[in-house]
């Protein structure tokens, strides 16, 4: 399973960005799937999910509300937007996945398979 995140950049608190990864070698709709960041420092934090039906989702406390995971199985890609920005969402953001489940997974020792990572930046 190859995945490929994009769409990180640099934005002013309380704007916004949407974050693609992008599987390249097969389908999307047997895999559930995550974000996760990690900040300069710090261990990686789960951010949300979606499991493979694409109606479960989940979402850290820090960010309820404000980002919302999606999926198109047709593109085989999974989405992140992300809505009113902090300077605490600075990090690299990365994709993950693992074979579809019966519950909702939160750590990434559980997940397989892994993108390259997106740099995020959000200046205050």
């Known amino acids: 399973v190859q995945l490929q995140a994009s769409g990180g950049g640099l934005v002013q608190a309380g704007g916004s960005l949407r974050l693609s990864c992008a599987r390249s070698?097969?389908?999307?709709?047997?895999?559930?799937m995550a974000w996760f960041r990690q900040a300069p420092g710090k261990e990686r934090e789960f951010v949300a999910l979606?499991?493979?039906?694409?109606?479960?989702?989940a979402y850290a406390e820090s960010v309820k509300g404000r980002f919302i995971i999606s999926k198109d199985d047709a593109e085989n890609t999974m989405y992140l937007q992300m809505n009113t920005l902090k300077s605490e969402d600075t990090a690299v953001y990365y994709c993950?996945?693992?074979?579809?489940?019966?519950?909702?997974?939160?750590?990434?020792?559980?997940?397989?398979?892994w993108g390259q990572g997106t740099q995020v930046t959000v200046s205050s």
């Open positions: 993950a996945a693992k074979p579809r489940g019966s519950t909702m997974v939160r750590t990434p020792p559980s997940y397989v398979y």
């Open positions: 070698d097969g389908t999307i709709d047997i895999l559930d």
């Open positions: 979606i499991r493979w039906a694409g109606i479960t989702t």
